[in-house]
């Protein structure tokens, strides 16, 4: 197995004599853990700029927290600043290039918006004639599994940019050829496929080193489980942000440990969820919502991710939350990645239907299966573009 930036370095011609950019994070290494912006150097390619996703370059920074421009002494365009116009690049900073490289981690879910970050680039790079070369990377949480809705229109933000679906099923890679073939940008891509990869396989089952792309994703396991317990950004609970547990702790300081977690085992249960179980926990929080305070709530511990529906998984326990105590469980109605409506939940789900479902106390089986039909239009979507 290996990445995207392993092969290119086999060959560098394609950018010698280049005026390069690279868009990177910490994940952007080779199985030594030696980084881009070392190896392209070395190479005999120098980066003329860098461009940091949400989280920033050395990905510090919590969610929705804007990043300057700062790393040492080698320029950088932040790509996640104080307004939605920060999150694409200034014409003008790739406008005196002849090539962008990208190579960033994705974890498989279309809220983490390292591809949406991929896509504005594209859409810039299409007016300023400039060149986008991605490294490609296995998606960590298989090519093959594909869970929920698509995003329809008037629900776009930066965790909702583009019609996919919840658990797209593509590396970044495909995801480019997603934007330049199905959204229609015109920008001269090429992609730098990694080798040895079949779909199937998650990304502990290949040989690259695991980096955490942003610091509340320390694992692949918590990867498996973002497409659901993402959600939880969406209501006031907890999702554990600044403990060691990110997304498999879930709580709020007024639940109950154990009443919460037979009501997330029940309605487990009810909706036909597998591969999981709920253990009562107590944590306390570091970041954001009940910093510093102790919540009640359950860490979520994955039994069999090939059994798991990960998107259901989250409306689970949500609902479990609101039925613990229906009086003091709430949307989320804060501005949510600089949107104030629709609210970070529909924005997260992409459509009113998930927290209708909720509200109206529907069979989260039936919501789940009502988006088969979107799930397989996707599905039809996605086949063209798969190149592993």
């Keep these: 197995m290996r990445s995207g930036l392993e092969v290119l370095l086999d060959d560098v011609s394609r950018l010698s004599g280049q005026r390069v950019g690279l868009c990177c994070n910490p994940t952007a290494v080779d199985r030594k853990l030696r980084h881009a912006v070392d190896l392209l150097p070395a190479a005999g390619v120098p980066i003329r700029r860098l461009f940091g996703p949400e989280h920033g370059v050395a990905a510090t920074a919590q969610d929705m927290i804007g990043v300057d421009g700062e790393d040492g002494d080698q320029a950088v365009v932040s790509l996640y600043g104080d307004s939605a116009d920060s ?128 610091p509340n994703m320390p694992m692949v396991e918590t990867a498996i489980i973002y497409p659901g317990m993402c959600l939880i950004e969406g209501t006031n609970l907890s999702e554990g942000r600044g403990t060691t547990r990110p997304f498999h702790l879930v709580g709020a300081p007024w639940l109950d440990p154990a009443r919460f977690a037979s009501l997330c085992q029940k309605g487990a249960q009810d909706a036909g969820l597998k591969g999981v179980g709920f253990r009562p926990a107590s944590f306390l929080p570091q970041f954001q919502k009940h910093a510093g305070q102790v919540c009640g709530g359950v860490e979520i511990h994955l039994q069999n991710r090939h059994e798991l529906e990960a998107l259901l998984l989250g409306w689970v326990v949500i609902e479990a939350a609101r039925r613990a105590d229906p009086e003091r469980f709430a949307w989320r109605t804060e501005t949510y990645e600089f949107v104030d409506e629709p609210i970070a939940i529909d924005l997260l789900c992409g459509s009113t239907e998930g927290r209708a479902a909720i509200d109206m106390k529907m069979p989260l089986r039936e919501l789940h299966d009502d988006w088969n039909t979107q799930r397989a239009e996707w599905e039809e979507v996605r086949a063209s573009l798969l190149i592993y």
């Design 87 to 214: 999150l694409k690049p200034p014409p003008e900073t790739l406008a005196d290039l002849d090539v962008l490289v990208f190579d960033i981690h994705d974890v498989g879910s279309r809220y983490y918006t390292y591809q949406a970050t991929l896509g504005f680039i594209m859409e810039v790079a299409a007016e300023t004639d400039t060149r986008v070369v991605v490294l490609d990377r296995p998606n960590p949480i298989d090519g093959v599994t594909l869970e929920g809705n698509v995003v329809q229109p008037g629900f776009e933000s930066f965790v909702s940019a583009y019609p996919l679906a919840t658990r797209h099923g593509m590396s970044m890679g495909e995801m480019g050829r997603y934007f330049q073939r199905v959204v229609g940008m015109d920008v001269d891509l090429e992609v730098v496929k990694c080798e040895g990869w079949s779909r199937e396989r998650y990304f502990d089952e290949v040989a690259l080193p695991w980096v955490f792309p942003s």
